[in-house]
């Protein structure tokens, strides 16, 4: 009963880095290989660090494109900063487990979870009766600048012959995304019009986010520009208020996670522009005019007289909070749209550029460069070059920094939320945190960016209470014993979001117990790297402890093989469900039993000799007659097979250097 198709963590490989990791793997003047030549529309300018491609691919969420800046994210169309709603590719436009909802355009904040009864997913569909699921809530699409001109709308599905010279591009220094194309409305009779759109989430002041958008024609014609909030993103949320403001050219909406009354967000608007853009003429604009009418939309529009070869310019400044992260975020998030406004839009692009400087540097990532400056004719060795820049990027527009926590008044709610599945611009997976966070997306910058990394640990340290709580949930489970497990244990679920509790996505019984051992890891990690001893003794070493503590209760004895296992579980590749003395999950309480009581001894906390004993008495499942260990007592799979060595040689290292690199 694990997902079907793709693993968490093949949906990180597809959604996180997928501009990245799937079409860049050509560079300016290389011809790539046949095996690469797929993505042939897309380049890399290798000075710059961006990636472009004149390819408009309208209505298929693998070109859409996602900004985030660790606290709020948004996924924008092929064609600009639009919703979009999929294109049905052979019948099938829907996401997959658990929400199998409508592929279309997403946004939300960090934290932003709901709570519902159940979904249409699920592992163990019966614990939907001992608690309630929850899954991220969408945030009305905030981005969007759409043209209307000639009786033709500039949208996400803009009629594609009427489109030229198109480009898009993503800049993975600044954090920029771009489109510029010619646009003839109306056909090849009305004017054309050169189109610029830009956007950011602002890296610094996690609140703020701009749009600009430059439109020169080739002859003089009137068009309208449309301001929208659009709700059809707010799935999950319930509606609370929106208005058009007449002191400010502002409009706002306000959505609260789905029952979850006591969460609200904000998202405020503020509309500039080039002196001869007729803010006289602004007005607001019925919620059903982009779509189906979703009750938390709410747009504005102006009027522009596009003179013939003359730019005009108009910037829409977006302000977004909820009261996950701050006190009153109605002020909050006006207060950012409206002083990024008035402090303009070039001004508030260069901090945002200047806070990326100083977090992707270059020397933070590798170079595969060769002495003479040039990089290698391996396509192979040039897509690495790029993804050692382009993977850390989409890792670290997922984590708010430390500047940031400064720059919000040393605001400790804004980096707990770890990093959901495929990060804040996509609700797959339901957006809930996985393993995926703790041992593949963490590492990933943990060594660079520790500080940011700490973002996926104080997520595990904030339902910590919640941890020791779910042991008492025992009874649901196999390991239903009267007295089984004593207090001082605790353990997490598979899936967690809003409130960590064991569900029916997440089971904390009878499931993939090796989490428990997967979060532990990250916390060796960061104080390996930090040599934060102080944090790490106080308050990360309880909760290994407390990990430890459940795993010695978790095993059972086997009186034939004379040895202590796991049973009625699963490991990673998550196709042998609920079978018994599984390898990796064997190797990882093995090692989280030595690792803790190592750590314990270091900083002169009593060991217990009762892990070390277990330890002692584990042993690996073999399959005799081949001479290998396998995935469980049955059968063999190879990514369990993969990471069951790693720390197979992690413990022998420990034990004996020397027999380890044998």
């Not at 939907?128 to 759409?146: C, N, R």
């Not at 208020?241 to 502002?250: M, N, V, Y």
């Not at 596009?306 to 992260?325: H, I, M, Q, W, Y």
């Not at 073999?622 to 993969?642: H, K, Q, R």
Request: with cysteine; glycine share 8%.
């Amino acid at each position: 009963m694990s997902p079907p198709s793709l693993s968490p963590r093949q949906l990180l490989t597809a959604a996180l880095t997928l501009l990245a990791a799937t079409t860049t793997t050509t560079l300016h003047g290389v011809r790539a290989s046949s095996e690469h030549n797929q993505f042939k529309h897309v380049q890399w300018d290798d000075d710059n660090w961006t990636l472009s491609t004149n390819k408009l691919d309208q209505g298929h969420y693998q070109s859409r494109l996602t900004l985030a800046n660790g606290y709020f994210g948004i996924n924008v169309a092929a064609a600009g900063p639009f919703f979009e709603v999929d294109e049905p590719v052979d019948g099938d436009v829907i996401s997959g487990w658990p929400l199998f909802s409508r592929r279309q355009g997403f946004s939300t904040i960090a934290g932003f979870w709901n709570a519902q009864p159940r979904t249409n997913g699920s592992n163990y569909p019966w614990l939907y009766q001992y608690g309630w699921e929850s899954f991220v809530a969408g945030i009305p699409h905030w981005s969007g600048l759409l043209v209307e001109a000639n009786g033709e709308m500039l949208n996400a599905s803009v009629d594609s012959k009427h489109v030229s010279d198109f480009v898009a591009s993503l800049n993975v220094k600044t954090g920029i995304a771009g489109w510029r194309y010619n646009w003839t409305p109306g056909g090849e009779e009305g004017a054309m019009v050169d189109v610029e759109y830009e956007m950011f989430v602002h890296k610094l002041f996690v609140n703020k986010a701009a749009v600009r958008l430059r439109l020169t024609a080739t002859k003089d014609v009137n068009v309208t520009v449309y301001d929208v909030l659009d709700g059809e993103a707010a799935v999950r949320s319930d509606f609370v208020d929106k208005r058009f403001e007449t002191d400010a050219p502002s409009i706002w909406s306000a959505v609260s996670p789905g029952n979850v009354t006591d969460v609200t967000a904000y998202i405020y608007s503020t509309l500039r522009g080039s002196e001869w853009v007729d803010f006289s003429t602004r007005s607001q604009v019925d919620d059903g005019a982009f779509g189906a009418g979703n009750v938390s939309t709410i747009a504005q529009s102006v009027r522009v007289e596009l003179t013939a070869f003359r730019p005009t310019e108009l910037n829409k400044f977006v302000g977004v909070a909820s009261t996950d992260a701050f006190p009153n975020p109605q002020e909050t998030a006006k207060n950012a749209s409206r002083s990024g406004a008035e402090e303009g839009y070039q001004s508030l692009r260069q901090s945002h550029i200047d806070e990326w400087s100083t977090i992707l540097a270059p020397d933070s990532v590798d170079d595969y460069h060769l002495p003479n400056g040039s990089l290698p004719n391996d396509p192979n060795v040039k897509e690495l070059h790029i993804l050692a820049r382009t993977n850390p990027f989409y890792l670290l527009s997922n984590m708010v920094g430390p500047n940031a926590v400064v720059a919000a008044g040393n605001n400790t709610k804004l980096d707990i939320y770890s990093i959901p599945v495929c990060g804040l611009g996509s609700d797959c997976y339901g957006g809930m945190i996985f393993w995926d966070a703790d041992v593949w997306m963490a590492p990933g910058v943990q060594v660079s960016h520790p500080q940011h990394a700490q973002n996926v640990i104080k997520y595990r340290v904030k339902h910590f209470e919640q941890a020791k709580s779910n042991v008492g949930t025992a009874y649901t489970s196999s390991k239903n014993q009267t007295g089984r497990f004593t207090p001082g244990g605790a353990v997490y679920p598979w899936t967690s979001a809003r409130y960590g509790n064991c569900t029916g996505t997440g089971a904390c019984f009878d499931y993939e117990y090796h989490l428990n051992g997967d979060i532990s890891l990250a916390f060796n990690n960061h104080m390996i790297i930090t040599g934060d001893g102080e944090y790490f003794n106080d308050t990360l070493l309880p909760i290994s402890n407390s990990i430890a503590h459940f795993f010695a209760e978790l095993l059972d004895y086997n009186e034939t093989s004379r040895a202590y296992e796991i049973w009625n579980a699963t490991d990673p590749d998550e196709y042998a469900n609920q079978v018994n003395n599984i390898g990796f999950t064997t190797a990882l309480i093995q090692r989280h039993f030595l690792e803790t009581n190592e750590f314990n001894g270091w900083f002169g906390r009593q060991k217990k000799p009762t892990w070390a004993d277990k330890a002692s008495k584990m042993r690996l499942p073999i399959n005799e007659e081949a001479g290998i260990i396998t995935s469980s007592s049955w059968t063999i799979f190879s990514t369990t097979l993969t990471l069951t060595a790693w720390l197979i040689s992690t413990i022998m290292l420990q034990n004996n250097p020397s027999t380890a690199l044998q």
